[in-house]
């Protein structure tokens, strides 16, 4: 009966089944000699000479009997023990397990599947507890779960690590456009003919996402509504389906970043990328990170170091990711680091196979030195959307303004669309802002040439024009309205001191409060 409880693979066993086991092993030493004294003796029965040969062999036959006796009663108690041990045990190893499944779920970590498989191995341990097959079983399905949730718990262990706590994609910008008009950038898979003045009239972003490999930069003025075509890139069916076509019948991930949050932003950044990177393939760790079991174990949220990370990363370049990944970063203008150094692991990561990156930034050096080398993989944000920005100018002026259904009303109504998505340039920030400015001409009665005349005296560019906005407002309210600006700016960065701080002085005026265009 000892031997066939497979010591090794089983989890500990209780102390009371291992005195059990010991009793029984002891008893069947005892059963094993009284057989062979009864067939010796037996052998030699027609030999018999006294009635004390007779006396000793039918005291062993009782002996054996009273052995096989306390041998059963000790088979049900280790049949009873056995049962309340691996249940005891599947109980503990779903617990973990299903704790495990449920922080994996809040990750979106695909492992989920995996996790529920385990459980339903454990779940379906049933069976005769003694009997060999089944104690095999056991020991099999306890040893194989174990050592997968132990790897598993190292994954999530590292995940968390990585993980940053801030949004996917956290925008401090003072972006509103995409509620405004949610229109905006629904024909970007079209491919528009675009106008004459764009310096690269024959760009294809569907063809890229289809098919296309590296990076693709979209640029732009500030206020042009790069983080809104970021986000709407990053989030909608449509760049979804592009990419599928892409990646075909493989794994395929989609992540967003944002840069212009207050935390350090190059450690943020890799954390975030990796962290995307390894919770869809987590077997990734151990080849990211080449350090021994105990070590990852012990890993905290902030162990990472910088270069640390960025071997992380190279050394994915040298791994078979069975996944393709499209990663959306926006602000590059943004990072509070020199440029180069972001651009350069940007590049690098694009050129892993299987790995490419849409990303956004202001016309500036040195992002046109490192970014506007491919013609066909960069768009000019503002110059792809002037029937939207045209669509927005007149809603704008139709929720302020009453038009008069005359020729005169129309004409003037015409011009003055005209005139803005002239000057926008295509900012959608100056449009709002403008049409704000024009509407004190009507309060004014101005005519039609003294409103055209307003808007042409209106600022081309988009700080000087939020200036005359703010220097617009009445003094009485410029310094509440320097205050909500205030709470709205720290509201948008996470900085909590600076918020309470702001809201237990609403109502009071402020020492003094600069006003910025944060655009």
Known sequence: MCDILPMGGLPQLAPEIADIALSAKAMTGELITAIDKLRSQDSRKRHWRSIH??????????????????????????????????????????????????????????????????????????????AKSYLYACEKVFADVGLKRTHMEVELKVLNGLRYPIDHYHNNDNNNNDEAYPRTFERIFDDPALPPSDPHPHIKLRQWLNAGNGLYWLYGKTGSGKTTLMRYLGNCSGTRSCLQSWAGQTKLSTASYYFGNTFPQLEAFLRHILFHLIREPPYLVPQLFPFGWTELINITQTSWSIDELKKALARLGRCHVNAYFCFFIDGLDRFDGKPIELLRIIRKLSNIPHIKICVSSRYSRPFIQFLGKIPHQQLCVQWNHREDIQQLAQDELERRLEIKQHADALRMYSDLVEGIVRKSVGVFVWVSLAVHLLCDGLSNEDNADLLLQRLEDLPYDLHELFHQFSGSVDRLYRDKMAMLCHIALCARTHQRGDLLASRRGFGRTPARISLKCHV
């Open 53 to 130: 040969q007779a006396l000793a062999t039918k005291w062993n036959i009782d002996n054996i009997r009273n052995i096989q006796g306390r041998l059963h009663e000790l088979r049900d108690q280790l049949r009873t023990n056995m049962r309340e041990h691996i249940v005891s045990e599947q109980q503990t190893a779903l617990r973990r397990l299903e704790t495990l499944q449920q922080k994996f779920q809040q990750l979106h970590c695909p492992r989920v599947d995996l996790v529920q498989d385990l459980i339903s191995r454990v779940k379906g341990l049933n069976g005769d507890t003694l």
